[in-house]
């Protein structure tokens, strides 16, 4: 492997940009992670590392919630478009609390994504300042970004 490709794919992946948005002036720092259900992101084997309580606002985002909301709706429906038509009304009728969520809580993550510019995921932004990219583990990400703030890049 090209050691310049090398060089460039690693700061591609564990890179903090400035993202652009307004921050809520919150003292309690606000941590969204952007990712897929394939892409997990580890978060609760540091559970007490990273809870409310201990001073971080976590936020887990699925970007491909709406596509599973979709598969789930259209799974073994029928090759007749009208009863498929007529099962999927019928499936959307009856959606449970628990998918909802999930939907709405894709669509908001895919809201912020595109309005903070993130590009690719996995994704862990800090504040609505900074984004690390590549980074599956929260506290990896935060340590991160805390050494990025001390150097002055706020």
Known sequence: MNLCYFLASLLSVIAICPVHAVTSGNSVPIVEV????????RSDAHAESI?????IDLQVYLLDGIQQFESALSKKLPTDLKQAKQIALQRLQHLDAKLMAAMQ???????KATQYGVDRYPAIVFDGQAV?????????ALAYYQAWRREGKR
């Open 34 to 41: 952007f990712t897929t259900k394939e892409q997990k992101i």
């Open 132 to 140: 690390v990219y590549g980074v599956t583990d929260v506290l990896t």
């Open 105 to 111: 809580q894709a669509a908001i993550g895919l809201t």
């Open 51 to 55: 809870n409310p309580d201990q001073g």
